[in-house]
């Protein structure tokens, strides 16, 4: 076989090693996220109370108790006179009954994130591998 024809095969067998050698790096951080994410969907399910200010409602423009769900940060809140019962939830969300309040849907996830980094963090300790 001719030396020089052989170098580059090799030059591309080195990237191709260095590439998928990134991939083991992002698993535990994608871990993360998906397990942060599914965290904050679950905590969907507590009930919760918040003051809500709806722009354009004659009643609610200062501030009003409204349902909500999401625990530690409320998230999802009741669409002002959509949602029956006075409640709120994922699937009312999804239907478009409920509401999602994007910086409190962040304060959400976030929380979650750090729990689950905090936990994965004291796993590694007790393990020994940190």
């Not at 909500?68 to 699937?91: C, E, F, K, R």
Request: hydrophobic letters at 50%; aromatic letters at 6%.
């Amino acid at each position: 076989m001719n030396p020089e024809a052989a170098a580059p095969c090799k030059k591309n067998v080195r990237q191709r090693i260095n590439q998928t050698a990134m991939w083991p790096s992002l698993k535990p951080a994608v871990a993360l996220l998906l397990i942060s994410l599914s965290l904050s969907l679950v905590s969907s399910w507590v009930p919760a109370r918040v003051i809500d200010i709806v722009p354009g409602s004659e009643d609610c423009q200062t501030g009003c108790l409204a349902a909500a769900a999401g625990w530690p940060v409320a998230y999802i809140v009741d669409g002002h006179g959509l949602s029956p019962g006075g409640s709120a939830d994922l699937i009312g969300m999804l239907l478009g009954l409920d509401r999602l309040d994007g910086p409190r849907a962040l304060g959400n996830w976030l929380f979650w994130l750090v729990m689950a980094w905090v936990v994965r963090a004291g796993l590694a300790a007790w393990r020994g591998r940190a």
